[in-house]
């Protein structure tokens, strides 16, 4: 839809801008849509990393779309310790 086209096509100037700028990666947060990530890893000069979230592509097909890092962001630590706590809760009848 148009609105996730001028969503990238704002991000596309903003990576561009970052390289111009000396950057040498651009992140690219909260984008699980694929064709908005291929046009914009197609768009940058610059490495793109995007966030793991629920609905996410796969490791293999952001790679195949052109995103060069995976960010797993506080995911993992919340899983992480949601075990704890309900493991903590067993033991200590909580």
């Keep these: 839809?148009?609105?996730d086209e001028a969503l990238a096509d704002a991000a596309i100037e903003r990576g561009l801008a970052y390289a111009e700028a000396g950057a040498s990666g651009f992140f690219v947060?909260?984008?699980?849509?694929?064709?908005?990530?291929e046009r914009i890893c197609e768009a940058s000069p610059l490495p793109v990393n995007a966030?793991?979230?629920?609905?996410?592509?796969s490791h293999a097909r952001l790679a195949e779309l052109g995103v060069a890092r995976v960010s797993h962001?506080?995911?993992p630590w919340r899983q992480a310790m949601a075990a704890l706590t309900e493991a903590a809760r067993k033991v200590y009848g909580g």
Excluded: K, Q
């Excluded at 909260?30 to 064709?35: H, I, M, Q, Y």
């Excluded at 966030?51 to 996410?56: K, L, N, V």
């Design 51 to 57: 966030m793991m979230f629920d609905g996410m592509p």
């Design 73 to 75: 962001g506080p995911g």
């Design 1 to 3: 839809n148009t609105h």
């Design 29 to 37: 947060p909260g984008l699980a849509d694929e064709d908005g990530l």
